[in-house]
């Protein structure tokens, strides 16, 4: 994956990404996996679409992802179901793997 993308979940990003964040990290992934850094006209809405579609996805996948015994300011409007077994560890959404180097 490109070294570029930053995790997007706290701990590793303060606060919750902003939209911004995300579409920046689909269009480095859009460019790492196409190969091109700004696509020529013939590829550009199809370019556009992907990032477009990526966004959406990682947005999602944001939304969904629940960190247990995180810091409690970022905590989980909606908590996951499990988390209500053990209200001693908060729980916070937002948490992904963090980005594999390329391999050489």
Known sequence: MCRSIKTLRPPALPEEATEDDIRAAALQYVRKVSGFRAPAAHNR?????????????TARLLDG????????????HHTHPEASAAPEAP?????????QPDAV
């Open 45 to 57: 809405e199809v370019f556009e679409r992907a990032v477009d579609e990526i966004a959406d996805a």
């Open 65 to 76: 992802l629940v960190v247990r015994g995180a810091h409690p300011a970022h905590a989980a």
């Open 91 to 99: 729980v916070v959404r937002r948490q992904a793997r963090e980005p």
